[in-house]
């Protein structure tokens, strides 16, 4: 479970930090996009390996829920939750709705079945207007609002990820809890805020259509 969230992890801070380029404008977004795609075999490779973690993640999440279920068959009569925190205890709830949430986001941005007008655009240079497909979705206050609160379940589950990620490696021990809660927390902080200040930089103005408009 720990190996696969470190590696899709690493997937959520690469995919960040291309997804910020929209703030270079639409030819860094759109040339990024364009050099990605040009790594075309290699790109399959990683997007089959990214599909086997998660479907890794999600199996052995399942697993570790149904044996702990086994080891305590009887439910407790009251449940005290004193050792434990919101984002711990909501961890399958915030998983199943970042699952759905990428099954929408691939249906949205990869398939473009949601808003298929404005994700066909070839911007001056021949390169597909992903820059246009992403700025025109997140005018839609809909969108972007949804976007903003998957993105904040998005950040919970990670902040107690992170946080199980350093136990599940041994790094954990009562002088370092409270210091390794803390930088999960921050950790998660900031990919909410990255990813976030897309869609809400499109809705407030900051960020517009390349013509302007
Ligand atoms: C504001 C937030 C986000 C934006 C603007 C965004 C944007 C995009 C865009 C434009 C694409 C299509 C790229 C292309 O066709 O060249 C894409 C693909 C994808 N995104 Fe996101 N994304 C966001 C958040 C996320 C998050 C949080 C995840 C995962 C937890 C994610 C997972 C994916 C995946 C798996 C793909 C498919 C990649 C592929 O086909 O190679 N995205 N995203």
């Known amino acids: 479970m720990a190996v696969s969230g470190l590696f899709l992890l690493g997937f959520v801070v690469a995919h960040l930090a291309g997804n910020l380029c929209i703030f270079g404008g639409q030819d860094l977004l759109n040339s990024y996009a364009q050099h990605l795609e ?37 439910p ?8 434990t925190t919101y984002a711990a205890r909501t961890m399958a709830m915030s998983g199943v709705i970042v699952l759905a949430y990428i099954v929408y986001h691939l249906l949205h ?31 839609d206050p809909r969108v972007a609002l949804f ?24 790094f954990n021990n009562e002088k370092l809890e409270p210091k390794l809660a803390a930088a999960a927390r921050a950790l998660a902080l900031l990919i909410f805020i990255g990813y976030s200040s897309i869609p809400l930089s499109v809705l407030l103005g900051f960020v517009k259509p390349a013509g302007g408009l």
Request: a positive charge; glycine letters at 4%.
């Open 38 to 74: 040009d790594l075309e075999p290699l790109l399959w490779v990683a997007r089959v390996v990214l599909l086997m973690l998660v479907v890794l993640h999600i199996t052995t999440a399942v697993q570790l829920t149904l044996e702990n279920r086994k080891a305590r068959p009887v």
């Open 76 to 83: 407790y009569h009251k449940k005290e939750n004193a050792q």
């Open 109 to 139: 941005f990869t398939f473009k079945v949601t808003h298929p007008a404005i994700s066909h655009g070839i911007d001056p240079h021949g390169h597909r207007d992903v820059y246009a497909m992403v700025v025109l979705s997140f005018r």
């Open 147 to 170: 976007y903003v609160f998957a993105m904040a379940l998005l950040s919970l589950h990670l902040s107690h990820g992170f946080k199980s990620l350093f136990q599940s490696l041994g």
